[in-house]
């Protein structure tokens, strides 16, 4: 059983930095594709970022590329998500997903996600 469990979020100012982090039991991150989605107020689910199980793809949605960045820590098997430069079309509830199997590539990370976390709300103040 895969469960994932995000935190970290919480209200900040415009320019300000967050880091979230999202916790894995049950599937080791060092074999596992994983992305970063969000979920703006009255709006779809997004993609955000997404690390392929090496560690060494990286991939961004375009309004975030040079702000956020993903990355792994096999040890603690966490994945995060650095934010920086906050701005008001951030604030979202921000979820991390894995897909159903092992050593999946990037894109089926980002197009095929099948297990989630309950999400962390991010808030940004101006």
């Known amino acids: 059983q895969v469960q994932l469990r995000e935190s970290g979020g919480g209200l900040v100012q415009a320019g300000g930095s967050l880091r979230l982090s999202c916790v894995s039991t049950?599937?080791?991150?060092?074999?596992?594709?994983m992305a970063w989605l969000r979920q703006p107020p009255g709006k779809e689910r997004e993609f955000v970022a997404a690390?392929?199980?090496?560690?060494?793809?990286?991939y961004y949605a375009d309004s975030v590329k040079g702000r956020f960045t993903v990355s792994t820590d096999n040890e603690l098997n966490t994945v995060y998500l650095q934010m920086d430069n906050l701005n008001l079309a951030d604030p979202a509830v921000y979820y991390c997903?894995?897909?159903?199997?092992?050593?999946?590539?990037?894109?089926?990370?980002?197009?095929?996600?099948?297990?989630w976390g309950q999400g962390t709300q991010v808030a940004v103040s101006s």
């Open positions: 049950g599937r080791t991150l060092s074999r596992s594709s």
């Open positions: 690390i392929d199980w090496s560690g060494l793809s990286l």
């Open positions: 997903s894995a897909p159903n199997g092992l050593t999946a590539s990037l894109g089926v990370a980002i197009r095929s996600p099948r297990f």
